[in-house]
């Protein structure tokens, strides 16, 4: 399959921020010198116990669903790709960020931030541990909701090789009517951004499981976010 029906195009109207956002000119590729491809971004901090569960970053618990979210970053090879940081950001259950620019009408939760990061392993994995965040409005046009989704950040080893993508939920009545999903023009790519519910992974009497897999180019590659 042609990889660029894969990936969203930077300038899709119905994703009304794509219209302020996406150049209107083209590109210049700027010359990579030795700092900008060496220079780790956040690899040398020490990354803490409860990075990767947001379920324990307070002193008391978050409302909502836990579940654990876990992977692997694998290259078009099916590679393992290991030590590489992942990162994730999301709203809480009731559909609220913790950010100054989200006013929608839902509470907080005083124990939940929704942010984590970890390391993938010598196999390229990872795994989250947090709550399944609700879906929100956005104003993007009327009565837009977005589906249920975690924001990803993976680095390599530097900031140039940074790939922004979205984690969605099995079955999303939402999905149809998301201009962020449909940006991207290929079914087979939309569902490479949902997760899969697992049993396997699932903690009994805990939480449920979701896996998602991310690969980082060719023919089977996840959708990423404004990729040139
Ligand atoms: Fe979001």
Redesign the pocket.
């Known amino acids: 399959m042609d990889e660029t029906k894969s990936q969203p195009p930077l300038l899709y109207p119905p994703y009304q921020s794509t219209i302020r956002r996406a150049p209107s000119r083209p590109l210049i590729r700027l010359p990579q010198n030795f700092g900008d491809l060496t220079a780790p971004v956040y690899g040398y901090l020490p990354l803490g116990d409860t990075d990767n569960d947001l379920t324990r970053q307070h002193a008391g618990e978050p409302l909502g669903e836990r579940i654990i979210v876990a992977g692997r970053v694998l290259d078009e090879d099916d590679r393992p790709i290991p030590h590489t940081l992942v990162e994730i950001w999301q709203?809480n259950a009731a559909g609220r960020y913790l950010h100054a620019r989200d006013d929608h009408p839902a509470p907080l939760d005083p124990n939940f931030t929704g942010a984590g990061r970890i390391l993938t392993d010598a196999d390229g994995r990872y795994e989250f541990t947090t709550i399944k965040p609700g879906a929100y409005p956005w104003r993007n046009h009327p009565n837009a909701w977005?589906p249920a989704?975690i924001?990803f950040s993976l680095f390599g080893t530097s900031f140039q090789s940074r790939l922004v993508t979205q984690m969605y939920f099995p079955n999303d009545p939402l999905f149809p009517f998301d201009p962020i999903m449909q940006s991207v023009p290929d079914e087979q790519a939309r569902q490479r951004m949902v997760s899969r519910f697992e049993l396997s992974l699932t903690k009994p009497e805990w939480a449920l499981g979701y896996r998602f897999d991310i690969v980082l180019r060719g023919r089977n590659s996840t959708p990423f976010e404004e990729r040139t």
């Open positions: 709203c977005r989704h924001h």
